[in-house]
C-alpha cells in the first residue's frame, strides 16, 4: 500500500526540494503540498494522510500550533516528521520521544530513515498522539526549575537562516498580522511563538513586560522614556534603530511601577 504523503513547509525551495527527494521513493505518493500552518490542518482534514512532513518553524500557525489544532478538532492524527532546526536538547526530545524529524539541508538518507520507521508506524496502526504530546510539552511548556537551570533560548529566523538567541539578548518583539518579530541589537527575525502571551510566558516577569499589546520589552534594554501625549509614554530602545516603543495607557501605572518614576 503507498504512504498517502503531505508536505508543509512556508518555503517553497523546501517543499520543491522534498518533493523531488521523495519521488525517489516508490512507496511514497505525495498527494498534496501546502505552505502554512493552516493549509497543513486543512489538507489533513482533506485527505487523511499515512505521513506529513511538517515545517517546525512557520510564522502564524506553526508545527507545534498544528497538533494542537488537530487534537483540538479531533481530527486524525497521521505520522509527522518534522523539518527542525532545534538545539542538541530539543532534538534529545525528539528522540526520546520517538518522534522523527530531517534537518535542513534535507539528506536522502536520513528521509529514508524517516520513512522507513513512518512505515512501521503506518502497518502497525500506531497513534502517534501521546508521543506528539509529551513532546509538546516539553519542548513549549518547560518547568519553571528547568527555566532557572539554563538561560531561555530563543529559535529566530532571519534570512533564510534559523538562530538561537539568548532571551537575555531580546531587546522587544512585536506582532503584525499574527507574526511575532524578534528585535535584538544586531539583527531581528521572526519567532515560532504564535502570541505575545505564549513569549511572555516563557520568559522572566521581571524582565520582560507587556508595555503594549503589540509589544513585549526588555526592561534592561529601555534607553530612553520620554513624556507622550495625555501623560503617557514612549520607550526608546538600545537598538541600532533606536525603536521606540508605545507605552499603553493601561500599563503607563506599571512603567511608573518598574522604574520608580
Known amino acids: 500500500m503507498p504512504i498517502n504523503t503531505v508536505i508543509v513547509d512556508d518555503e517553497r525551495p523546501a517543499r520543491d526540494e522534498l518533493l523531488y527527494l521523495l519521488k525517489g521513493f516508490p512507496e511514497v505518493n505525495v498527494v498534496a503540498l501546502g505552505k502554512n500552518g493552516l493549509e497543513a490542518v486543512t489538507l489533513i482534514k482533506e485527505h487523511e494522510p499515512d505521513l506529513v512532513f511538517l515545517d517546525v518553524q512557520m510564522p502564524g500557525l506553526d508545527g507545534f500550533g498544528v497538533i494542537k489544532k488537530l487534537l483540538e478538532r479531533k481530527l486524525r492524527v497521521p505520522q509527522i516528521v518534522f523539518a527542525t532546526a532545534f538545539d542538541n536538547y530539543a532534538i534529545q526530545a525528539f528522540d526520546v520521544n520517538a518522534v522523527d524529524y530531517v534537518l535542513k539541508p534535507f539528506d536522502k538518507a536520513r528521509i529514508a530513515k524517516a520513512l522507513q520507521r513512518a512505515k512501521k508506524m503506518v502497518d502497525a496502526h500506531t497513534s502517534p498522539v501521546e508521543r506528539l504530546e509529551t513532546l509538546m510539552g516539553q519542548l513549549t511548556a518547560p ?10 533560548k530563543l529559535l529566530v529566523k ?7 538567541v539568548d532571551a537575555d539578548d531580546m531587546i522587544y518583539a512585536s506582532i ?23 513569549l511572555s510566558a516563557s520568559l522572566d516577569a521581571d524582565r520582560f513586560w507587556r508595555a503594549h499589546r503589540s509589544y513585549l520589552v526588555n526592561i534592561n534594554h529601555i534607553k530612553e522614556v520620554v513624556p507622550w501625549f495625555k501623560s503617557s509614554y514612549i520607550l526608546k530602545m538600545n537598538d541600532k ?5 508605545p507605552v499603553s495607557r493601561a500599563q503607563t501605572r506599571r512603567l511608573r511601577e518598574l522604574l520608580k518614576l
Open 176 to 198: 503584525q498580522d499574527g507574526t511575532i518579530t524578534i528585535f535584538t541589537r544586531d539583527f531581528e527575525g521572526v519567532s515560532n511563538y504564535r502570541t505575545i502571551e505564549e
Open 143 to 152: 518547568t519553571t526549575a528547568a527555566k532557572s537551570a539554563q538561560p531561555v
Open 158 to 164: 532571519s534570512q533564510e537562516r534559523m538562530f538561537l
Open 241 to 245: 534603530r533606536a525603536s521606540e516603543i
